[in-house]
């Protein structure tokens, strides 16, 4: 079992799969494109490995995932725990590749909404290059601090406090209890699991429609 799960995830079976019932969600129109949440969690790792990172929690591995209106996963990515969440957002946002009958896959929904952990120059201006409107909160400053010209900060609450979706979606993935504390060493077995949970959660809610 572990043989295959190292085989199959090395040769994108999951994802594969995953993707196909992204497809068909979308075309049912089940896909929420409107908005999206972005956010970041933490594995603890135990032996090491690659993709480990200290941090003051321990050492472990950092998830990160984009997920739709609705909380079904769009993208991931893991990667080392000590690196910010806000430098791993674009490769994250970079993993959107949902197919249609025509034209070209869907990479990009209207709106993202993230913590004021996002708050970044850098990521804000590759938001706006991307087309996508953003609900990211300032970060805490000086009484005294003004916002730049051309750069106005806007939160809508009622978008904000939807953050919910994309904890529950890390509530869905911790449900695999293998992905909790990560004990395999080799990366790729670990990427594996993740990618076969995430295809399970988007097939679950396929099947149930079709």
């Known amino acids: 079992m572990w043989r295959r799960l ?3 995830g090395e040769a994108g079976v999951w994802e594969r799969i995953w993707r196909s019932a992204l497809s068909a969600l979308d075309q049912w129109g089940q896909l929420d494109w409107s908005m999206a949440f972005l956010d970041g969690s933490f594995a603890p790792a135990k032996k090491g490995g690659e993709k480990v990172g200290t941090t003051k929690k321990g050492k472990g591995t950092k998830w990160m995932l984009v997920v739709d209106g609705d909380g079904l996963p769009l993208g991931f990515h893991l990667d080392s725990a000590k690196v910010a969440e806000v430098k791993l957002a674009e490769q994250t946002l970079d993993k959107i590749c949902v197919t249609r009958p025509r034209g070209r896959p869907k990479r990009r929904p209207r709106k993202l909404v993230a913590d004021r952990g996002y708050d970044s120059s850098a990521f804000r201006a590759a ?3 991307r087309g996508i409107g953003m609900c ?10 003004r916002a730049k010209r051309g750069r106005p900060v806007v939160t809508r609450k009622d978008d904000y406090r939807q953050r919910y979706k994309v904890k529950r979606s890390f509530a869905w993935l911790g449900l695999f209890r293998r992905l909790l504390i990560r004990w ?5 077995v670990y990427r594996s699991g993740f990618a076969f949970a995430v295809m399970l959660l988007c097939v679950h809610r396929a099947t149930a429609l079709a």
């Open 136 to 145: 990211i909160p300032p970060k805490r400053r000086p009484a005294t601090w």
């Open 6 to 8: 190292k085989r199959w």
């Open 127 to 129: 938001l706006r290059r």
């Open 184 to 188: 395999e060493r080799l990366f790729s």
